[in-house]
Structure formats: structure tokens, C-alpha cells
């Protein structure tokens, strides 16, 4: 039976995607889509945190390096009763903690990013400290296919093998499309799996659209006692409202007033042909 | 603790280098502290750290040569409560891992502690890729940075102590060449942002920090032969500046000299500069570091005195800015 009210969420929070880059008149929309299914699974089923437990030290922590889909966070954060959603009406606006990058500011972020390359190495120094302190929580912390050729991440991708972080899990938003062009014609990175798996890490692949095989596949961590855990995430950017689908102009296009109209009535119907019996 | 103490208490005599007194600082605390971690990139040698990992196993991470990903892990551990010292060799922490500090450490405010060794010219002829002449001058630009460059044991010693207890992040940088003790402390008296003044004279002011201050503290010996009284002050945190004992020092209008192992942009002497200048003081004002040259090669005191930062090197400075500013007591 699909978790329909995890498909019913992801639509309201594709909604308030487009309508708060509507608002901001700014903002990454194609990644926040892209990566918006893995959001709710992460928040809504995976991880232990939530405002109540946020300064627990044994709370599950999230990071995320693709920082610039910012949006998908915070519309995920102000559902999880972080903030109130209306504070997301200052998007981008002067003196707003809520701006293009995830920052600390706001409640529920747990690290700053936005220059890209950075989530991997944090994230192996907070799986190093729970191992440390002998700590159960685990460290999940997203990837952009096209932040790959940062060096970074391959020194930390060493690190997490070295030191068996199977508490551990990046999940690579496999969108194929950065601000360029294709990720594969930009500078290829793939085949991305073998490559992990080669520094010693258990790769995954996933339909990141599909909840409930993200389900099944975080069900499984860790995939090997003693192994950091990849999952590969194919998605598509600008997914669930079609004209945006796999469209370049999507990587921070902003709608304007007819498309933003035509994206909201494309999810209303979306959300009909999800049974009507799970309240938000 | 009892060595620090022992630190202060031979004036004159020779110290042990900076960064031996910073391991030996550092296995005290994690004596009793197990939230102590260093953390290491192949440089636990370097670091005299050999013997903190041989007591402490489970208390250092070794990253390997990979300094970007030293700092990234370093501000994940420090997320996780744990006070952490991330140690490498200052030129390649503050230069290669630079948007790891701006934005892991400083931004995200994780208190990391980011101990530079052998600092400034200290590589000597392993020549430019090993020296550190950038680093006050882009961690000043950095918001929430404080900078400290220890003169002796017993500042060394204070700034671990002080660091470990920070709950922000601190970027401490020294040199490995042994340290004379420069002042006697009865009192363990020692604040970030807070100048020790190791001598007290009236005619002119040296303002050095880190291994400049022992030159500049001869330098005043020198000039007092020649009825010439300096004021020497450690201004061990560069950033933030000791803005109040500063502008004590600058009211009487005399000469100032600073000295640092640093290139003269944008280190120590532009910042007191800056403060002299925009609070209306308009002392004779001299940096003394290292100009914006290919820079010589040589043994960290070949480059020392190549570039005037010797006893008479600076001695020499003050008399000729006295001069200038027509206040000869020759």
C-alpha cells in the first residue's frame, strides 16, 4: 500500500515551493524539486528530530551541501513546526534569516552551506563524533550530482571508508543538470557508484521520487556493518510540474504570474488522484 | 596548572619552542577532559603531538594530507560537542582550507580551534609554499575570528587554556624555535584581546606579536645604551585588538613600530593603523614586516634580519623614526 500520505505531503510542499520563489521572486526552484521527495522521507519517516529534540545531542542530523535548494528545506522545516510558514513570506527579502542558502539562523538548519563541496566533510566529522561519544544518531547529508567535482568530497569520501562510518549516508539528488549544461557534459562524474565503491563505500541506487522506495531503501541502513552508505537518488529537476521538467532555465528560473498560476493548478490535480482520507 | 606558572617564572632563560608548549598544554587538558580531540593532517610530528596520540589514542583523528577536509571534519566534531584543535601547518590551513574556515568554522560558528604551526617564516628555506604571510591578513576578514599569535611559553601556554575553554572559534599560530621567557607573572592574568606590556619606556612604542616580540623586546634593551626607553608590548591578539591599551600608548604622540612575521598588508600594523588613524592619532608610525616581494630565501633568522626584524634592525627603526619625527635624543 504506497504511503499516500507522504505523496500527499510532497505535493503541498512542491506548492510551497513555487509559491515562495513566487513571492521572493528568487530562488533554485528545478533542485528543490528534484530533491523535495527525499526531504519529506528524511524528515517525515528516517530521522529522529524534530523542534521538540533539536538540542538533544542524540537527535539525527541532516546537512545539506547542495545548499542552494534551500527551498525544499525550509518549506520541509516550517511543516515539521520549526517556524511558522508565514515567516517564509520574507524569502530573500531585506534582513530575513530565511535567505539562498541554509543558515543557522533559522531553527531546524543544523550547519551553514551554500558554497558546495562542504556537507561531506561536516557530515564525516559529526559521524566521527557520534562514534566518538558512542552516540546512536545518524548523519544524512545531500549531495548535488553536479557539486561532485569538488575535491572535497573525495577527501571526506576517503575519511568515512577509514574510519567505517556506517552511520553514515549521502545521498546523491542525481538530477543530470547543472547551471551549465548536463552534469555529464559539464564534467562527467559518473558512473558515480563504482566510483564510491571503489573508496569503500555500499552504494544504493533509488527512484528519489518514488516514497516509497526511498523507504524501503533507508529501511535498509546500514547496508554494511563497517561502510559509509551512498544512495543515488535519480530524480528530475524542475519534477512534478511539467513544463520545469529537465529544463535547464529551471536551475533558478522563477515563475512569473501565469506559470506560477499553471504550476499550481498542475499540482491541485496532482493532489486529486490521491485518495482525499489523509489529512495534512 | 602548575606548569604555567613554572612558564613565567625564569625571565630571561631560554623557554621551550611554542609548539612544544602547546602539545604539553594539550595533554594536560585531555587529562582530564575527554572532550579534547586533536585532530591531524599527517602533521602530528610536526605538531610535536607524537606523544599526546601514544596517551590519548582515542582522542586524536588523523585525516591525512587533506587540509580542506581537516577543517570540514573538524567543524562536524565540533557540531558534536567535541573541543576540537585542528592542527596543521599554518600555510596550508589558512590558504587551501580557507572557505573550510570562512564557512565551516566561522560562519557556521563552530568552535573549532585552528592551531597553525610552524607559522610565518618559521619553514625558513623550504621557501614561499611553506611560509605563512597571508594568514592575519585574510583571518581578520573573516567575522568571527579571534587571531592570536602567543610571544612566549606562558602566553602559549594561557592561549590553549583559553582557547579549549572558547566557545567560538580561535585561530592561534606560533613558530617552533625555542622562546626565551620574556616577563615574570606573578598573576595568571591572561585574556584574549588583552596586550601584555613587557617593558615600559616613554620615548617610543614596538608592538609586536608572536616571535617578533623577543626582538623587539632586545631592541629596546639596545636603545636604552642609548638613553632611548621603549615600551614593548606583546599584542598576542591581533584580532580583536587591544584597542584601549592602544590608544594609552598612542596618547603621548611618540613613535610606534610594529613587527610581525607577516606580510605588511593587512596584518598587525595596518590594524593598529586603522584604529591610530580613525581615532585622530598621528604618531610616527612604522610596519615592520615583510614587504611585498618575492621573499629572500633563508633560515627563518637569515629572513628575520634580511628584513630588519633583528635587535638592531629595529633599534635602528626607532632611532630613525625618532629622528624624522624631530624628537632626537641622540
Not at chain 1, 521527495?37 to 538540542?55: A, K, T
Not at chain 2, 591581533?238 to 613587527?259: F, M, Q, R
Not at chain 2, 611585498?292 to 629595529?314: C, K, R, W
Amino acid at each position: 500500500m504506497p504511503d499516500q500520505h507522504l505523496i500527499k505531503k510532497s505535493i503541498h510542499y512542491r506548492k510551497n515551493i513555487v509559491r515562495y520563489i513566487y513571492h521572493a521572486n528568487a530562488g533554485h526552484t528545478g533542485g528543490s524539486l528534484s530533491c523535495i521527495d527525499i526531504l519529506n522521507v528524511l524528515y517525515n519517516y528516517v530521522m529522529n528530530v524534530n523542534p521538540e529534540n533539536f538540542d538533544s545531542p542524540d537527535r539525527d542530523r541532516y546537512i545539506q551541501s547542495k545548499g542552494h535548494s534551500v527551498e525544499a528545506l525550509f518549506v520541509v522545516l516550517a511543516d515539521k513546526g520549526f517556524f511558522p510558514e508565514m515567516d517564509l513570506e520574507t524569502l530573500c527579502k531585506y534582513n530575513s534569516h530565511y535567505i539562498g542558502h541554509p543558515t543557522r539562523k533559522v531553527r531546524g538548519v543544523e550547519h551553514n552551506t551554500g558554497a558546495l563541496g562542504h556537507g561531506l566533510p561536516v557530515s564525516v566529522g559529526v559521524a566521527i563524533g557520534a562514534k566518538l561519544g558512542e552516540k546512536n544518531f545518524r548523519v544524512f547529508t545531500l549531495l548535488g550530482d553536479g557539486e561532485l567535482p569538488e575535491g572535497s568530497n573525495w577527501e571526506a569520501a576517503l575519511t568515512a571508508a577509514h574510519y567505517g562510518l556506517d552511520n553514515l549516508c549521502a545521498i546523491v539528488d542525481y538530477n543530470k543538470l547543472q547551471i551549465t549544461g548536463r552534469t555529464s557534459e559539464v564534467c562527467n562524474t559518473d558512473p558515480i557508484d563504482t566510483k564510491f565503491e571503489s573508496f569503500g563505500w555500499t552504494v544504493r541506487h533509488v527512484d528519489g521520487h518514488d516514497i516509497d522506495a526511498l523507504k524501503a531503501c533507508f529501511d535498509a541502513l546500514p547496508f554494511v556493518k563497517g561502510k559509509p552508505n551512498l544512495i543515488i537518488a535519480d530524480t528530475v529537476k524542475g519534477k512534478g510540474i511539467s513544463f520545469m521538467e529537465n529544463q535547464l532555465k529551471w536551475h533558478h528560473g522563477v515563475p512569473d504570474e501565469k506559470q506560477y498560476a499553471d504550476a499550481l493548478t498542475e499540482l491541485d490535480v496532482a493532489s486529486t488522484t490521491v485518495p482525499d482520507d489523509f489529512e495534512l | 596548572m602548575s606548569t604555567i606558572i613554572e612558564h613565567g617564572s625564569n625571565v630571561g632563560t631560554s623557554g621551550k619552542a611554542n609548539l612544544e608548549v602547546f602539545s604539553y598544554t594539550l595533554q594536560e587538558l585531555a587529562s582530564n577532559d575527554k572532550s579534547i580531540i586533536v585532530v591531524t593532517s599527517d602533521s602530528r610530528g610536526s605538531g610535536k603531538l607524537t606523544p599526546f596520540g601514544q596517551k590519548y589514542p582515542k582522542q586524536i583523528v588523523e585525516i591525512g594530507i587533506a587540509e580542506q577536509n581537516l577543517v570540514g571534519v573538524a567543524a562536524g566534531l565540533a557540531s558534536t560537542g567535541k573541543k576540537v584543535f585542528a592542527v596543521s601547518p599554518a600555510c596550508f590551513l589558512t590558504a587551501r582550507a580557507l572557505e573550510q574556515i570562512k564557512n565551516d568554522v566561522a560562519y557556521s560558528d563552530n568552535a573549532v580551534k585552528l592551531i597553525g604551526i610552524s607559522a610565518g617564516v618559521s619553514y625558513g628555506a623550504l621557501g614561499t609554499t611553506h611560509h605563512s604571510l597571508h594568514d592575519y591578513a585574510v583571518m581578520r576578514a573573516i567575522n568571527n575570528m579571534i587571531i592570536v599569535a602567543p610571544a612566549d611559553n606562558f602566553e602559549t601556554a594561557h592561549a590553549i587554556i583559553k582557547a579549549a575553554e572558547c566557545h567560538h572559534p580561535v585561530y592561534l599560530r606560533f613558530g617552533k624555535k625555542p622562546m626565551p621567557h620574556l616577563k615574570n607573572e606573578t598573576e595568571n592574568d591572561f585574556q584574549f584581546g588583552k596586550a601584555r606590556v613587557i617593558r615600559r619606556g616613554g620615548d617610543v612604542t614596538f608592538i609586536g606579536t608572536g616571535e617578533t616580540v623577543y626582538p623587539s623586546l632586545q631592541a629596546a634593551e639596545k636603545l636604552s645604551d642609548q638613553n632611548i626607553e621603549a615600551m614593548v608590548i606583546s599584542m598576542h591578539t591581533v584580532k580583536p585588538l587591544d584597542y584601549e591599551l592602544l590608544a594609552s600608548v598612542a596618547a603621548n604622540g611618540k613613535p610606534i613600530v610594529t613587527v610581525e612575521e607577516h606580510m605588511i598588508f593587512g596584518g598587525l600594523g595596518e590594524a593598529c593603523a586603522s584604529f591610530l588613524l580613525q581615532n585622530g592619532y598621528t604618531n610616527p608610525f612604522k610596519i615592520v614586516g615583510i614587504p611585498d616581494e618575492y621573499t629572500v630565501t633563508g633560515s627563518q633568522n637569515e629572513i628575520f634580519a634580511h628584513y630588519g626584524m633583528t635587535p638592531d634592525g629595529l633599534a635602528g627603526t626607532a632611532v630613525k623614526l625618532l629622528q624624522r619625527s624631530g624628537v632626537n635624543k641622540l
